[in-house]
RNA sequence: CGGGGAGUGGCUCAGCCUGGUAGAGCACCUGGUUCGGGACCAGGGGGUCGGAGGUUCAAAUCCUCUCUCCCCGACCA
């Protein structure tokens, strides 16, 4: 039995992540580029089916993908006080090109609310224009201190979705309806539980109004912001002069919204799911859904190559001037295996591994590693009485079934582990969501949780939207995760910082 | 930006203390035997030892400088 390529999670959470993108082939650093990573083929086709499934809803909520420059002016963003004091500290400017010291740099875009307010403002005249709902798939850049690939890189893949109303309530509404489109994705696609709430004043987007996120729970217990959505109010439509005029004839700055996902779901997926032996990938984004390994002996390499002809089998044939007799039975074991096999994956949309050079126990590794949820097994046994194995990556668990059922039975065991997967997640939220009422509790709940040793716990608490509550909570190295949006506790209280009464508990936590 | 670790065939690393013909395992190529959970045997190819400078008859090894990556903290999707 080779060791493990795979750290346990037991052991140390930080590497066990590491090695699963690793083996599971989804990424690596990229080594000559500090902070960045390649996104490999494995993780970039979980990305591509993560796009489909957010593009495809944007779509159905009225918004039209555009793309604007990477590189943004850097006055663009001094535009709008807060936004630049927040962003400040993590661009990468651009000073020269063409061999030449720029007039005005550029910044490489850190997010696109200036340089598309810049066009709103250009193209909204009129009531008539708006809404405007925008989205664009980008990269971009910030400059990170610390890294980890997914959850944090210097450049990264995104979506950003941009919208220009003519009332304050009609933004609050697409700011909502973003956001429960996250979380219908997080949970529905990606089997990945999440809390949808408020973030503090303190946590929120440099610029905006108010900001909400989804938040989802890793197997550590640390929090993870799977995405944002952003209430900008009339901040960026002041700073860029997007201005419309109404029915009523009169000039008004128009209401904006922005909102985001990231590759960053893909980690989350990968913390959410994968276990010790590798990637555990949720059917819904899980590029192959299954992969059926033939096993049979092969010893007929040779004739087969040569020969394929049936009439030849058990008679002796001339191969490079050499007389030989091809061995019959095991020349039909392994041709009935593999007709079989493609028979079935093509009747069930599944990948045959018919490579030659490993054998069949390597195989079953190298897919569990790279998280497929179904492998299906069929040999020569499996032959004989008309029967395939089936095995769940979730669970792992085999059971043997009769060929004939295989059509019906994937499509079931599939939808069966997508639910498991999001009942595990909820399972674990739930067992990990405690209550504090006093602040030494907070801390006490928090102060020895690392993301290496795992242990961590969503806290609720009652806390106000206060500044001095968010530094009481920074010294435990944690912070106010959200405000939920549904309160499922016991409503009002006080706050254990300030005293002051609040409406319901926060949600606090260790975060990536 | 602080703390730690590491740069030696594609990968993981040994060798360095005590200078003297660059090694192992994995991967790769050839042939054969295997094949229901990481196969085995035999043969073979592949490295200016991160870079620059220095000490020395001689440097992967000692000295100086430098670059980079990874991990851990403070900043953050």
């Known amino acids: 039995?080779?060791?493990?390529?795979?750290?346990?999670?037991?052991?140390?959470?930080?590497?066990?992540?590491?090695?699963?993108?690793?083996?599971?082939d989804m990424a690596e650093p990229a080594e000559i580029v500090k902070g960045c990573m390649v996104i490999k083929a494995n993780g970039y086709a979980v990305w591509e089916l993560l796009q489909r499934e957010l593009d495809d809803r944007f779509k159905a909520t009225g918004h039209q993908n555009m793309y604007f420059p990477l590189l943004i002016p850097q006055s663009f963003m001094h535009k709008e006080a807060e936004h630049v004091e927040g962003f400040s500290p993590e661009l990468a400017v651009v000073t020269m090109a063409g061999g030449k010291q720029l007039e005005e740099p550029y910044v490489i875009r850190?997010?696109?609310?200036?340089?598309?307010?810049?066009?709103?403002?250009?193209w909204i005249k009129s009531w008539r224009d708006l809404p405007m709902l925008v989205n664009q798939w980008a990269n971009i850049i910030r400059w990170e201190l610390r890294t980890r690939m997914f959850l944090r890189t210097t450049e990264f893949l995104w979506q950003e979705g941009h919208t220009a109303h003519s009332t304050h309530e009609e933004a609050a509404q697409e700011v909502f309806r973003m956001l429960d489109v996250?979380?219908?994705?997080?949970?529905?696609?990606?089997?990945?539980?999440?809390?949808?709430?408020?973030?503090?004043?303190?946590?929120?987007?440099?610029g905006a109004l108010q900001t909400y996120s989804i938040e989802a729970m890793m197997q550590n217990g640390f929090a993870l912001q799977s995405g944002t959505s952003h209430d900008l109010g009339q901040n960026f439509g002041k700073?860029?002069?997007?201005?419309?005029?109404?029915?009523?004839?009169?000039?008004?700055?128009?209401?904006?919204?922005?909102?985001?996902?990231?590759t960053r779901l893909v980690g989350g997926l990968i913390m959410s799911h994968s276990d010790d032996k590798g990637l555990v990938l949720p059917p819904k984004v899980a590029p192959i859904k299954a992969v059926l390994v033939p096993i049979y002996k092969k010893k007929t390499k040779v004739s087969m190559k040569v020969d394929p002809?049936?009439?030849?089998?058990?008679?002796?044939?001339?191969?490079?001037?050499?007389?030989m007799v091809l061995p019959d039975e095991e020349q039909d074991e392994k041709a009935r295996v593999l007709e079989v096999a493609h028979r079935i994956a093509k009747e069930v949309d599944a990948k045959v591994d018919d490579r030659e050079d490993i054998t069949p126990g390597a195989k079953f590794f190298h897919w569990e590693r790279r998280g497929v949820p179904v492998v299906l097994e069929l040999g020569p046994r499996d032959l004989a009485s008309g029967s395939i194995v089936l095995k769940r990556r979730d669970t792992g668990v085999k059971e043997v079934i009769p060929q004939s059922e295989v059509a019906a039975k994937l499509p079931a065991v599939l939808?069966?582990?997508?639910?498991?997967?999001?009942?595990?997640g909820k399972q674990r939220l739930k067992a990990n969501t405690v209550l504090a009422n006093s602040i030494e509790e907070v801390e006490s709940l928090l102060k020895d949780v690392t993301a290496e040793k795992g242990g961590g716990k969503f806290v609720m608490a009652h806390l106000k939207d206060d500044p001095r509550c968010d530094a009481r909570i920074k010294e435990f190295k944690a912070t106010i995760r959200c405000i939920p949006l549904v309160d499922e506790y016991d409503g009002p209280g006080k706050c254990l910082v300030t005293g002051e009464p609040v409406d319901r508990r926060v949600v606090i936590a260790k975060a990536y």
Do not use: C
Request: net charge negative; charged share 15%.
């Open 1 to 24: 039995m080779a060791e493990s390529p795979i750290t346990a999670r037991t052991q140390d959470f930080a590497s066990w992540y590491q090695d699963v993108v690793l083996q599971g």
């Open 110 to 122: 850190p997010t696109s609310e200036t340089i598309i307010g810049h066009f709103f403002a250009k």
């Open 182 to 206: 996250y979380a219908e994705v997080a949970e529905d696609v990606m089997a990945m539980p999440v809390i949808k709430g408020l973030k503090t004043q303190s946590e929120k987007f440099a």
């Open 239 to 262: 700073a860029f002069n997007v201005q419309f005029q109404s029915k009523e004839g009169q000039l008004d700055y128009v209401w904006q919204t922005s909102w985001g996902v990231s």
């Open 309 to 323: 002809n049936p009439s030849t089998v058990g008679q002796p044939v001339t191969i490079s001037g050499t007389v």
């Open 415 to 424: 939808a069966a582990m997508q639910q498991s997967m999001y009942d595990v």
